[in-house]
T-cell receptor, first 114, second 110 residues
Framework: AQTVTQSQPEMSVQEAETVTLSCTYD???????LFWYKQPPSRQMILVIRQEAYKQQNATENRFSVNFQKAAKSFSLKISDSQLGDAAMYFC???????????FGTGTSLTVIP | DAGVTQSPTHLIKTRGQQVTLRCSPK?????VSWYQQALGQGPQFIFQYYEEEERQRGNFPDRFSGHQFPNYSSELNVNALLLGDSALYLCASSRDETQYFGPGTRLLVL
């Protein structure tokens, strides 16, 4: 069974600084997708970034980037130049290429300190 | 372009009752998935609908059922509600590997 682990229940970062959120996953598949979602207090889950396992290049979306280490089954999210609006719960998620189900971690609550 | 919408936003029921939650997918999306998110937890997959059929199901009892309509909108039905069914219910739509989520329905079972 696929599992996703986020070992940091809470993280904090000073405004304008950089923070990295960790995620590890367990799978026997070789082809899959990984995602980071953000859930602000308003609760709507928003897609932050997506990575395809067969692509070695790390995905980047503006201030958000990932460090994808396939052999280590690690998928961390780096947020640069943190902004107050980045404060939210961040969820890491996994999906097999041939599957339909998303598997989510338990989330990391990010606080941005002004 | 409207995103994924869900109704109602909040709902209070008592044990043993039945509830129906509704979801309209993002324009152009034909697949709808439902998730249950307990407080402080990540979403748990309930099931997914595609072409009006349940395509995949997570580890949820038969009390949880669903439906997808020809316009791709979907309903989640929960029968014989238990206190433990209190949660945020999220709908997600997709047309490829990425899912887009609605704002959720907060269900409280008393």
């Amino acid at each position: 069974a696929q599992t996703v682990t986020q070992s940091q229940p809470e993280m904090s970062v000073q405004e304008a600084e950089t923070v990295t959120l960790s995620c590890t996953y367990d799978t026997s598949e070789s082809d899959y997708y990984l995602f980071w979602y953000k859930q602000p207090p308003s609760r709507q889950m928003i897609l932050v970034i997506r990575q395809e396992a067969y692509k070695q290049q790390n995905a980047t979306e503006n201030r958000f980037s990932v460090n994808f280490q396939k052999a280590a089954k690690s998928f961390s999210l780096k947020i640069s130049d943190s902004q107050l609006g980045d404060a939210a719960m961040y969820f890491c998620a996994y999906r097999r290429r041939t599957g339909n189900q998303f598997y989510f971690g338990t989330g990391t609550s990010l606080t941005v300190i002004p | 372009d409207a995103g994924v919408t869900q109704s109602p936003t909040h709902l209070i029921k008592t044990r043993g009752q039945q509830v129906t939650l509704r979801c309209s997918p993002k324009s152009g999306h034909d697949t709808v998935s439902w998730y249950q998110q307990a407080l402080g937890q990540g979403p748990q997959f309930i099931f997914q609908y595609y072409e009006e059929e349940e395509r995949q199901r997570g580890n949820f009892p038969d009390r949880f059922s669903g439906h997808q309509f020809p316009n791709y909108s979907s309903e989640l039905n929960v029968n014989a509600l238990l206190l433990g069914d209190s949660a945020l219910y999220l709908c997600a739509s997709s047309r490829d590997e990425t899912q887009y989520f609605g704002p959720g329905t907060r269900l409280l079972v008393l």
